[in-house]
Structures are given as structure tokens and as C-alpha cells.
């Protein structure tokens, strides 16, 4: 067990430290990398689309390779950026605010980061092996079926790894603070982003096998010769739709609900009050959750139900804008009247508020099925969901990497070039996203990839590009202000916003490994404000120092998830040129090696698990006498920065 | 996870332990030999070629039970401890039924409703 304590180590045992971490807190490092690597690839992709719809009859990208990137954008946005990236802040954090040691199962969080990665470079690799998929980020079955080529392969097949990993993941977190929470730390007592963590855990464990299901009848379709999606052979197209909606809209709460835990945070942190209605947020946390789950078909109005399905699914729908409702105005009530300081994430959550309800006043919009008739498919849709997802999500995990930063990485970003970022980002947003409301009312279709001159589209169209190149430019700036802050290395202490209110900003930063010496004691909500008020704001421990069981680092979830991004190759080839193939592969050349990479890939894998299962590995103890020498240490550090 | 060394057990406290054990045995047997038995009625209705409208609603009946003695006796449901892993199991048990009706009534019946 090498514990690399003061030295510096070397760049090789950095590096395999982190391949087989089981730590949350390096876990949470991973995530960041990686969502962030494709937060920037999705940016590009999000770039060249306002490129080529900035000027009418434009023909900087083809209308094939359109259909690619608008694909890519949206999937690799939702699913290898935004999911991860709220993964990194639960990683990092959750533990921390529940005073737990790690998640409940360290092994499964290593897992879970690596079959995301690998299910991202997967499906992005489709970009060099002859063609991205192009059927959009909904894959819509009649669209995916005919599509010709490998490009659906790869989304389908990377999908199903990646999201075999966030599965994974859910049930980790779920169990993590269900089971360790600490002593005193009841339900009512967790953190808004805990409990937003939760909750969004239970979705994933129950939205994402729908999509498994349906990913893996649309693998059996495009690869094995199936005929579920295929309407000659008396398959049914709406099949997919209902499977990807049913996961498709808790998506929506999952990746939302985790941003409203981060905005409640710093609401109460930078107005340096408690939380207003608490327990109202709670409830209206849980009952989004539940409401989730009854409203898929609001996607599908158009599709033709029927009027009294459309009527329910409508009727669903608008329900949920109350427990949103609820959230918005305790915020609103939070703020009131408190002493607010204007730091770079309080500034993302101020200007969250009015730009998520215009996301959410749209929706309600789209929610009456009869005038959904009118708007589906049109810009407003991606008006609406822009404004939610950027304007809520992406507004969240801008604010959240402020705000978590030097629980992260120990240093501070820069206030004046994150308030910089702030205001370009949030004028960029407004200018790309409010005017694509008129388009759509005006009549252009989403997903089309040119209009033509005369039809009132070009200053909209010119308009919202050049807000897209304005949040292009905020990125820049944080990009600078991340390698800026890295390259000074300035180390911040304990609470380093001043104001923290809950367990993670009692520990030192960096936390130790084993992030508490002792097991906290939890006397009340927002624990730390409280021994703050009462006491000399330092944690009561909840017994004596002992003994602390580590789990190992291990290899091999990086060997289980490298086998499975193996076998994906060994699939996606299988039906290569094979007579019973659908017509979309049927032409290509056959590869006779298909199957036994697939085989191979496998074997890799169940090898793996096999190891894992039959070899025992009990872990470590970090001894009393450890543990205290690093309690002194830490008090002569902190004595010594006075 | 700090795991504590086990300790000593007395003598009655074993006692204890070994006749709780043998009662979680009887009922799982017990409950073992229950699902046998439903199982073999389903069956027999079968094997009976009674009226298809008389058998669907049983064996679907039957399965419900089947569903709750595996939940309750062979996974522990009805132990303590374990409100919140009961809450999701239920939840998401109506979650599924929801889909499923929703399944057959607007795709697989398919007519406009
Ligand atoms: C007040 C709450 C909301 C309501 C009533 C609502 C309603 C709707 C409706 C009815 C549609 C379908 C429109 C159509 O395609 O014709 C839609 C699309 C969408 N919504 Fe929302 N929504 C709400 C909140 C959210 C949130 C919080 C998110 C994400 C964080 C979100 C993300 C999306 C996305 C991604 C789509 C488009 C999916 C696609 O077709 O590609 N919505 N919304
Ligand atoms: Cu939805």
C-alpha cells in the first residue's frame, strides 16, 4: 500500500496511483478530467453547429455530417459531460457531508468511473472508424435502423457501456447514504446536495435499465439479426421511443436535481443563512423525483396516442412545475434578507434563477399537447431545453467547480477572471438560446441543417451564433484561470469561503485519505454553522481514535471495463457484410474476426470479475499510532499558519 | 467501514443465536415448500386444459404470492432494517406494472385511446 505522504512522487506512480484508485476524492478527480475533456469535445461539436447555421444556404458542413455532430453534441453533452461531471462534485463531496470514510462500495465507484470512460472513447472513436452516428442523441428507431454504416453501432454499443458504469454508480451512491451516514446525521439532517444525490441515485437505478433494455434490442437488431424495431419483419418503431422516454425524462430530473442540491448550497453558504424551508425542499426533491417518472409521453404528443393519453401525460406534466415551484420560491426566501456576498457562485445562482423558470415556463408551454402540436420539433424545443440544461445544469456545475474547488484540488480559483467568465457566459447564453424561441415560433425546424435565404431566419440565426462564440470565450477564461490557479499553487486552509455551513468544509484541505480521524459527531442541521454559533466551531467526535479498515487499491476495474470496450469492437463488426444482416450493414466488407474479439474481449472481462471474486482481498488498517502522528501533524501545520 | 474483532459469546447468548437460526430455517423451509406447492397447482391447471379466462387470472394470482414469499421469507424483506430497501422494491414494483400496462394498452393493443 503505497501512501505517498510529503515526497514527491513520480509522474509513473501518479499515474498508476490513479488507474487504480478506490479513493472517492481521486475518483472525483477522474470524473472532472474526464467530463471535462468532453464538455470541451461537445463545445467544439456545438461550435461548428452554429458555424453552419450562422448564414443561410451555408455548406460548411454537409447535411451528413450535420446529422453527425448535432448526434455527438447532444449524446456526448448528456452522457460523457454532464452525468460525470455531477459524478466528480458527488464524489467529492457526499462523503464528506455525510462523514463517511468513502462510498459504500470503493471498488464499484472505480468500476463505474472507468466504464464511463471507456464507453466515451468508444463511442467517439466512431468519428475515425467511417462515421459518427447520426440519428440524434434520441436514436429514434426508424432513423437508427436504416442508418447505414457502424455510426449507430458505436452509440449503441458505447452507451451500454457507459451506462453500465452510471448504473453502477447509482446504486453506490443510494447505498452510500442510505448505510453510512454519520452518527446523528439523520435524514432531516442531511444536506440539500445529499439528499438532491439521493434521490437522483434512486432515478438512475430506476430509469437506466429501460434504457439498457432498450439499447440492447436495438444492439440484437443492428448485430445479431433480431427483429424488434423492424416493421417488414412486424417489429414496432414506437417500442424504442416509449423505452428511451421512460429513461429520457428522469434523465432530465437526474441531471437537474443534483444542480438544484449544488444552487441550495450556496444560497445559504453566500447569504450566510440557513436554508429557507427545508423540509419543503425535501418534499418537493422526493415528489419530482416520483412525478418523473408519469410524464415520459410528453415527448411523444405527436405521435398519436390518442387524445386521452395525451391528456394524462399533459395533466403529469404540469403537476411537476409545483414542487418546482416550491423550490424556486425558497430560494427566493433564502436570499431574503440575508447578508449575500457576490462571489463567482453565488453569481451562477442568481442568474439561475430567472433563466431556469424561463426553461420552466416553456415547458409548461410545451405541455399542453394540443400547442405542443405546434412547437415540437421546432427551434423552441431546443430553446426550452437549452434553458433548462444550461441555464439550471451547466449554470450548476460552472458555480459547483468555484465553489468545490479547493476541496478538490487545495488551491483557490480566481474571483475576478471567474466573475469575468460569469458575465460573458451568462450575456453568451441569453444571446444564443432567447432568440430560438422566436425561430421556432417563426417556423424552423430543429435538426435540419440549412435554411434558406429570404425565409426571416438569417439575423436570428447570425444573433445566436455569436452568443454561442460568447460562452465559447467564457470557457476560454476558465480554462486560463484553472492553469493559472494550478501553476501558482497558493494552498488554502479550512474553510476557505469563510462560511461554511456544512460537514465537508470542517475538514482540512487537502482531507486526509481516510477524510475523518474520528468518526464525526452530527448535532443538528447545517452542522458546522451550528458548533460555529454555539461552540468553537470545530466537529464533536463521536468516539476515540481507532483503528481504521482501508479497502486496496485494484487494477481491475480498469481490466473489466478494457475487456468490455474489447468486446464492443468484437459486436459491432459481427454483422459486417453477413447475409441476415439489415441492409444497412449487409454491403460492407465481411470481418471474420469479429466473433473472436468479441470472445476475447469477453473472456478479458469475466477473467477479471473471476480474480476479483475468488482472491480475497481484506483491505488494510491505518494504526492508532498512524493516525495520531497524523493529528499532530496537522495541529502543528494549522498552529503554524496562524 | 471500521469492522470489530468478534467477541466471545457467552453461553446463553449462543443458545439464543442457535434457536433464532433454527426458526429462520423452519420458515424458509417451509416457505420453500410453499412455492413448490403453488407452482405445482399452476401446473396442474395446465395440464387441466381448463378455460384459458379461468387460468390466466389464477397462475397471475399465484405468481403475485410467489413474488411476496420470495421478497419476504428468501430476501429478507420482512426483516428489520429494511424500510427503505422495502420502500424501493415497492416503488419500483408500481413503476413497472405502470409500464407494462402503458405497454399494452397504447403499443401492443395500439389503437388510439
Ligand atoms: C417545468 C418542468 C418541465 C416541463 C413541464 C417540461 C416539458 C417538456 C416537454 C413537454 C418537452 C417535449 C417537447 C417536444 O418535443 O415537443 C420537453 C422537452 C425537453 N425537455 Fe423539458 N420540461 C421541463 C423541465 C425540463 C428540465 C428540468 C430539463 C433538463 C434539465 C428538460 C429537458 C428537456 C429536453 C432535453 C427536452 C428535449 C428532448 C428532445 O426532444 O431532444 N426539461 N420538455
Ligand atoms: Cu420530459
Redesign the pocket.
Same mark, same amino acid.
Given at each position: 500500500m503505497a501512501q505517498v505522504k510529503g515526497k514527491k512522487a513520480g509522474f509513473g506512480a501518479v499515474l498508476w496511483d490513479y488507474l487504480t484508485t478506490v479513493d472517492h476524492k481521486k475518483i472525483a478527480i477522474l470524473y472532472l478530467i474526464a467530463g471535462g475533456f468532453f464538455f470541451a469535445l461537445g463545445g467544439i461539436e456545438a461550435m461548428l453547429i452554429r458555424a453552419q447555421l450562422a448564414i443561410p444556404n451555408n455548406d460548411f458542413l454537409s447535411a451528413g455530417l450535420f446529422n453527425e455532430v448535432i448526434t455527438m453534441h +447532444?449524446t456526448t453533452m448528456?452522457f460523457l459531460a454532464a452525468m460525470p461531471l455531477l459524478f466528480a462534485f458527488m464524489n467529492a463531496v457526499v462523503p464528506l457531508q455525510i462523514g463517511a470514510r468513502d462510498v459504500a462500495f470503493p471498488f464499484l465507484n472505480s468500476l463505474g468511473v472507468w466504464l464511463f470512460i471507456f464507453g466515451g472513447i468508444f463511442l467517439n472513436l466512431s468519428w475515425f472508424l467511417g462515421g459518427a452516428p447520426d440519428a440524434?442523441? *434520441?436514436s429514434y428507431a426508424s432513423l437508427s435502423i436504416a442508418s447505414p454504416g457502424h455510426g449507430i453501432d458505436f452509440y449503441a454499443v458505447g452507451l451500454q457501456i457507459a451506462g453500465a458504469g452510471t448504473l453502477i454508480s447509482g446504486i453506490n451512491f443510494a447505498t452510500t447514504i442510505i448505510t453510512m451516514r454519520a452518527p446523528g446525521m439523520t435524514y432531516m439532517r442531511m444536506p440539500l446536495f445529499t439528499w438532491t444525490t439521493l434521490v437522483a441515485a434512486i432515478l438512475i437505478v430506476f430509469a437506466f435499465p429501460p434504457l439498457t433494455i432498450g439499447v440492447f434490442l436495438m444492439i440484437f437488431d443492428r448485430m445479431f439479426g433480431s427483429n424488434f424495431f423492424i416493421v417488414e419483419a412486424g417489429g414496432n418503431t414506437i417500442i424504442w421511443e416509449h423505452l428511451f422516454w421512460i429513461f +429520457?425524462h428522469p434523465e432530465?430530473?437526474i441531471?437537474?436535481l443534483p444542480?438544484f442540491g449544488m444552487f441550495s448550497e450556496i444560497f445559504s453558504v453566500f447569504s450566510r443563512k440557513r436554508l429557507f424551508g427545508y423540509s419543503a425542499m425535501v418534499f418537493a426533491t422526493v415528489l419530482i423525483g416520483f412525478f418523473g417518472f408519469m410524464?415520459w409521453a410528453? #415527448?411523444m404528443? *405527436?405521435v398519436g396516442l390518442g387524445p386521452t393519453a395525451n391528456a394524462i401525460f399533459a395533466l403529469a406534466?404540469?403537476a411537476?412545475?409545483v414542487p418546482?415551484g416550491i423550490k424556486i420560491f425558497n430560494w427566493i426566501a433564502t436570499i431574503w434578507g440575508g447578508s449575500i456576498e457576490f462571489t463567482t457562485p453565488m453569481l451562477y445562482a442568481l442568474a439561475f434563477i430567472p433563466s431556469?423558470v424561463m426553461?420552466?415556463v416553456t415547458?409548461?408551454m410545451?405541455?399542453a399537447a394540443p400547442a @405542443?402540436y405546434q412547437?415540437? @420539433?421546432s427551434y423552441f424545443?431546443v430553446a #426550452?431545453?437549452h434553458y433548462?440544461?444550461v441555464g439550471?445544469?451547466v449554470f450548476a456545475l460552472l458555480a459547483g467547480l468555484h465553489f468545490y474547488w479547493p476541496i478538490m484540488t487545495g488551491t483557490m480559483l480566481s474571483e475576478k477572471l471567474g466573475k469575468l467568465e460569469m458575465v460573458i457566459f451568462f450575456i453568451g447564453f441569453h444571446c444564443t438560446f432567447l432568440i430560438q424561441h422566436w425561430l421556432g415560433l417563426w417556423g424552423m425546424p430543429r435538426r435540419v441543417f440549412t435554411y434558406l435565404d429570404g425565409q426571416g431566419y438569417n439575423a436570428a440565426n447570425m444573433i445566436s451564433s455569436i452568443g454561442a462564440a460568447l460562452m465559447a470565450v467564457a470557457v476560454i477564461i476558465l480554462l486560463i484561470n484553472i492553469i493559472k490557479t494550478l501553476v501558482k499553487n497558493e494552498k488554502v486552509g479550512r474553510d476557505p469561503w469563510g462560511d461554511g455551513r456544512t460537514l465537508e468544509w470542517s475538514l482540512p484541505i487537502p482531507a486526509p485519505y481516510y477524510n475523518f480521524a474520528q468518526t464525526p459527531l452530527i448535532r443538528g442541521i447545517d452542522v458546522l454553522a451550528l458548533e460555529k454559533e454555539e461552540g468553537d466551531g470545530t466537529i464533536p467526535s463521536a468516539g476515540p481514535v481507532e483503528p481504521i479498515h482501508m479497502p486496496n487499491n485494484s487494477f481491475i476495474p480498469f481490466m473489466i471495463s478494457l475487456g468490455l470496450f474489447i468486446a464492443g469492437f468484437g459486436a459491432l463488426y459481427f454483422a459486417s457484410g453477413k447475409p441476415w444482416a439489415i441492409d444497412a450493414v449487409a454491403d460492407l466488407p465481411v470481418r471474420p474476426w469479429a466473433l473472436y474479439v468479441l470472445i476475447a474481449g469477453l473472456a478479458i472481462t469475466f477473467i477479471s470479475m473471476g480474480v476479483r471474486s475468488w482472491k480475497d482481498d481484506l483491505g488494510y488498517y491505518i494504526t492508532k499510532e498512524e493516525l495520531e502522528a497524523d493529528l499532530r501533524e496537522l495541529e502543528a501545520r494549522e498552529r503554524g499558519a496562524n | 467501514m471500521a469492522h470489530h474483532e468478534p467477541e466471545q459469546l457467552t453461553e446463553t447468548q449462543l443458545k439464543y443465536l442457535r434457536t433464532e437460526r433454527t426458526k429462520e430455517m423452519r420458515i424458509q423451509m417451509i416457505s420453500f415448500g410453499l412455492m413448490i406447492f403453488l407452482t405445482f397447482i399452476a401446473f396442474a391447471l395446465v395440464a387441466l386444459e381448463l378455460d384459458k379466462n379461468f387460468i390466466v387470472p389464477i397462475v397471475i394470482g399465484l405468481a403475485f404470492i410467489q413474488v411476496a414469499l420470495q421478497f419476504y421469507y428468501f430476501m429478507h424483506m420482512k426483516d428489520k432494517g429494511h424500510d427503505f430497501a422495502k420502500l424501493l422494491i415497492l416503488t419500483g414494483l408500481y413503476f413497472a406494472i405502470a409500464f407494462v400496462v402503458c405497454f399494452i394498452m397504447i403499443v401492443w393493443i395500439g389503437n388510439p385511446i
Open positions: +447532444g448528456i440524434g442523441w *434520441t +429520457g432530465v430530473y441531471l437537474i444542480a410524464v410528453h #415527448h404528443f *405527436t406534466t404540469m411537476i412545475a418546482t431556469f426553461g420552466g415547458g409548461i410545451q405541455a @405542443d412547437y415540437h @420539433d424545443i #426550452h431545453f433548462v440544461i439550471g445544469v | -
